[in-house]
C-alpha cells in the first residue's frame, strides 16, 4: 500500500504556479474573445486552481454546488488526451447568458438560446485554456466538437462516460484513483456600465489521464529549467 502511493501523481509548487500561468494567458484570450462575442467588456479571473483525483473534485463540486449544474464538454485527444468540462450552477445558467446578451429577453426565449449560447461560451473558454498548453509546449492535440450537458456533479465528472465519448479507454492498467483533474475555479464578470457589474462564478475541470500528467510535468520540468 505505501509502495502505490509513492507513485501518485504530485506536481510541485514551482509547476503548479507555472501552470497557473499558462491558464491565467489561456483566460486572458478567452475574456478577449469572449468580449466580442458579446460586444460588452468580459473579465475572467481564476483565483483557485487544484489539482486532485478525479474523486476529490467530485466532492470539490457537489460541496459547492447545487446538484443541478450545467456544462460544456469538450474532448480532446493526441500526445496530450482527456476532458474538458466548463461547469456553472444550473441557476446560474440563465443569469449568465442573460448578462452576455445584456437583453431583457423572455425567460422562455432565453431558455431556447441558453444552450447555443453557452456552447459558444464553452467553445471560446476550453478552447483558449487548451491553446495554453499548446503554445507553452511541444504537445499537440486536437479538439472535438463541444457537448452541452446538464446533470449533476457526479454525472458530469463520471470518468466513464467521458472515456466513452472518446471511444477509448484512458486508464488500461490504471484505476480511477490515478486519474487526475484540474479543478479551476474561475470568477466571470461583465460590465454593462460602469456602476453595474455582474459576477458569475464557474469551474473549469480538466481530465487527464495518468500519462497525459506525465507528459504535462516532464513539459513543465522542461520549462522551468530554461527559465
Known amino acids: 500500500m505505501h509502495g502505490e502511493r509513492k507513485k501518485m501523481f ?34 475572467l479571473t481564476l483565483p483557485k486552481l487544484k489539482v486532485v483525483p478525479y474523486e476529490e473534485a467530485t466532492h ?41 446578451l445584456h437583453e431583457d429577453i423572455p425567460l422562455e426565449v432565453l431558455t431556447e438560446l441558453e444552450q447555443e449560447t453557452l456552447l459558444d461560451v464553452g467553445n471560446v473558454i476550453l478552447n483558449a485554456f487548451l491553446e495554453s498548453f499548446t503554445q507553452m509546449m511541444s504537445v499537440e492535440f486536437e479538439f472535438e466538437s463541444a457537448e452541452f450537458l446538464k446533470g449533476s456533479s457526479r ?17 488500461e492498467g490504471a484505476n480511477e484513483d490515478d486519474e487526475r483533474a484540474f479543478v479551476l475555479m474561475m470568477d466571470f464578470k461583465t460590465s454593462d456600465e460602469e456602476d453595474t457589474q455582474h459576477t458569475l462564478s464557474g469551474f473549469v475541470v480538466l481530465l487527464f489521464s495518468q500519462q497525459a500528467m506525465y507528459i504535462l510535468k516532464r513539459e513543465l520540468e522542461v520549462i522551468l ?3
Open 10 to 43: 504530485r506536481l510541485s509548487e514551482l509547476e503548479e504556479d507555472a501552470l497557473k500561468e499558462f491558464f491565467n494567458m489561456g483566460l486572458g484570450m478567452a475574456a478577449d474573445s469572449l468580449s466580442q462575442m458579446v460586444q460588452n467588456e468580459v473579465l
Open 60 to 100: 470539490m463540486l457537489m460541496d459547492s454546488q447545487e446538484e443541478k449544474l450545467v456544462a460544456v464538454r469538450q474532448n480532446f485527444k493526441g500526445e496530450l488526451t482527456g476532458t474538458a468540462l466548463l461547469i456553472f450552477p444550473g441557476n446560474e445558467s440563465l443569469e449568465l447568458v442573460r448578462t452576455l
Open 155 to 171: 454525472f458530469l465528472l463520471d470518468i466513464s462516460s467521458h472515456l466513452a465519448a472518446q471511444k477509448q479507454s484512458l486508464m
Open 225 to 227: 529549467s530554461n527559465l
